[in-house]
């Protein structure tokens, strides 16, 4: 086991450096360039300044190997967008994005595994059905859509619940203000995600109830309950797992499209602001973070397959 | 410059007006509806005003509070309330006093002495004095600061401290523009707090906990989300009415609209694409603004097909900009009459006819210099070359794009063929139009309400990005500048106008008014862009309905 671990930190130190060396070359081959040099009212001396300022000016390979010996140094460098460092300027939005991706991500999960396995035990059946067509609609239906439709529904028209923010300003952090914010947010995050995860499921679990150990399990005089659950669902579970694996990135880098519509101060915005003004150090930053966080779930992900199937065990 | 804003907004928009009755009809409010709106606000100012309350304005990114770093809208908007200059505009948009009670120039104009408002103190209780002033004017041509109003004080020479309250500013040469440009983005920022380091690295001034003069202060940041302001008590002008502004950071049109029409913003600015979804809504009210801002074809005077005046003439005669006023800007915008925008109206010379939609006039100008019309109807030179160039236009703002597409249409018309290549802004720019790379582009300058056009006209100067240059205009925009009579400054712009319908530096399409969305819970709004508007912000009041 901790062969596979160490193994496992040695490959993901050098995905990183990878993922980090190719975006560097992608963000720098970007056209355009830091939006603080893209006023055309900067005279020349102005945007040399500025360019010697943030380094600019030094070919890029040197720009590479400055920004990879101060990383190495635990420095993720200074934001051209913000003048502030990256770290304290991602500390900031981190905590809404783990909020609002968690909750979605809880309520897919909640949502989309029983009714997946409901759906499996009698296909064709009522909540087979109706289960489909939703999981049908939210799949096809375009997240900003639903987000403004939602918006216009209970924020605009009935005004039950706030149009965006993450909390109301000035309100001094009560929990119900904060639900309040986050539940069309994480209601339209979850939506695409349950739709998902319940057709995976269903699929996986009709594919297992189907199997000749389940037979037996009944056959020996199992409760169905224990069928369904003890035998059947943790068989079922090993290609939710993934699919749940796969989602799980989301919660360090953030759903920019939802963050957009409700104006949730989190990482998804941050990335495409960051993004669009060209902010070199600020998408090394959050790249690096996602990278990290990507590898982590799939480690994680290995991990619950040993729990889940024994004979994946790497000390088996 | 303002950012270009997501481009599924027309998408959503369409497709929400096609579903769910909640959207709204379609129509725009027509200018005269405007108008009364704009005397009903102005009005009730005059009324009792009530004191207390919340505003709520919309922003669209996280701020840098410093006025002589941060050139981007955000910043702008917050550092116009809490860092006052030596003076503001007034709804002619000439200097008025703020920080300074009085200022005398200097005979020769090479000086002027500033006597500061006594009293003053910073919103940490320190006393504001003449050596803020000066430490801020020794940044502001500090080519080591990062400063970005260093080209706007290029003409500054330095700041003498005479006693406590008096302050001069020295210049190199006379300069007209001054009074303007102070009352125009520059903050005094406090000494005491910020000497000694780089003005970029006072990241805990900058981001979280700026000092100024305004009538509010910085309460709370949070980034990416909210920064709120509360009443400043020992606000040197009249008390501010309202308790609190906050700015909440909704990037997205949609959800400005949005957040809007459920009461929880109190003032946006929407571009005409976005009227539909803010006319005729319980509680807003529309008010439109002219600004400093004239939008235009830059055609590249260096590649020979624009060289000629007369080729920028016809061309400037085969574009419908009534079409495009009506049609793309849905009438808020004036038509022009050269660079120098309407709203400087001491400037504008009105008398002067607006260049006509003639696309007979404009074949018969461009045959004449040589382009003649081939059997398929488009243009050629002696040589068989055709007349076809591209056309650049940044992406995402329907605006601009349904301009550009408008242009190609209406050259289209004569036998020019376009082509139309839109890009981010900041590719538009730092790829194209700053190492002169293109044949022609859409864009805009936005600028102090100054008709000083210097800069952008002056043959040579760094943003005279369409190279062009006539020795006339060269020595009128050098003139203007040094000349501080205003009878003789306006006599000068005057002429600059009448030699841009003879020699078009650029094809003006139009000179925009701002809309702003507002809610009818808020008063006392001066008729200023929401920028210079914020320089009042002690005067805005909210009143339940």
Redesign the interface.
Known sequence: MWGFLLRRLGHAALVLLVVSTVTFAIVHAA????????????????RE??ES?LGLDQPIPVQYARWLSRLVRGDLGNSF?????NVS?IR??LP?TLLLAGTALMLTMLVAIPLGAWSAERPGGWIDRVCNAFAFVAMSVPT??LG??L???F???W?LL??????T??VAGSVSDRLRHLTLPALVLATVGTAELFRYTRASARGVFGLAFVRTARAKGVSERGVRWRHGMRNALLPIVTVVGLQLPRLVGGAAITE????W??MG??GI?AA???DYPLVMAITLLVSAGVLVCSLLVDLAYFALDPRAHPDR | ?T?SR?A?CGM?LG??AA??S??CEGGEKSAADSARSRRLATDSVAGSVTSGG?L?IALI??P?FDPV?A?DLGSVMLNKIIFPGLVRPDEQLRPTPDLAASWTAADDGLSYTFALRPGITWHDGAPFSARDVKFTFDQIID??S?S?L??DFAAVAGTDILDSLTVRIRLKTPFAPFLTLLGYNTGILPEHLLKGAPL?QA?DF??RHPVGTGPFKVE?V?????V?LVRNPRYYGAPPHLD?I?F?????V??QV??L????LDLITVEPATLASVHDVKGVTLLQVPVVQHYYVAFNVARPMFASPVVRRALGMAVDRNAIIKGVMRGYADAPRGTIPVVLRAFFDDSIAPIPYAPDSARALLASVGWTAGTDGTLHNAKGAPFAFSLLVDKGNPTREQTALAVQQDLRKIGINVTLRT?????????H??PGKFDAHV?W?TTPPDPDQY?FYHTGQ??N?VRWSNRTADSLLSLGRVTMDVAKRRAIYRAFQRLEMDDPPVLVLFYPREIQAVSTRLHGLPSLGIRDALRYSERFSIREP
């Open positions: 056209p355009g360039g830091p939006s603080l040099l893209a006023d055309p009212k900067l005279s020349v001396a102005e300044a500025i300022r967008l913000f003048e502030s460092s300027t900031s939005r809404n900003f859509w403004i439709v918006v216009l529904v924020a605009v028209h005004q706030p149009a965006g923010g993450a909390s300003v000035g957009t519509v409700f104006s101060p989190g915005r941050l602001e669009l003004a060209r | 410059m950012t997501a599924w959503t497709a929400l579903v769910t909640l959207a919340v709520r990114n996280d840098i770093i050139p080519p080591t990062g970005r260093r080209s970029t990241t900058n981001r709370e949070v980034p990416g989300a909210s709120s609190r906050v909440k950071i909704v990037s997205d949609n959800a949005a957040q029409r459920a009461g929880e890009m981010e802004f900041s590719a538009l720019v730092r790829d139009v700053l864009i300058w800069a760094d943003n990005n």
